[in-house]
């Protein structure tokens, strides 16, 4: 039995969660660069009216981002500059 870290390491491979933070960064720049009138930009300003349910809450996936760019220490104009 060999662990997946040796495995990651001799591959150079990134984990899971770098790669899904990486690919959500990704999309969010995508979905920011479009105009306002599409359809993804529209749906992002939707407010839905009613109680949430009890428990604990979901994490939103705006609220997911928020937490990998305060993770990385970007700015929301970092994450759309390609230069970088």
């Not at 993804?40 to 939103?60: H, N, P, S």
């Amino acid at each position: 039995m060999i662990p997946n870290g040796v495995f990651r390491a001799e591959l150079e491979v990134e984990t899971i969660i770098n790669k899904m933070r990486e690919g959500r960064l990704r999309w969010f720049r995508h979905v920011k660069i479009r105009p306002q009138i599409t359809p993804v930009r529209r749906v992002e300003a939707l407010v839905v009216k009613g109680l949430r349910r009890r428990g604990r809450l979901k994490l939103r996936h705006e609220d997911r981002l928020k937490l990998d760019m305060n993770e990385l220490l970007l700015s929301e104009d970092m994450t759309l500059d390609r230069n970088e």
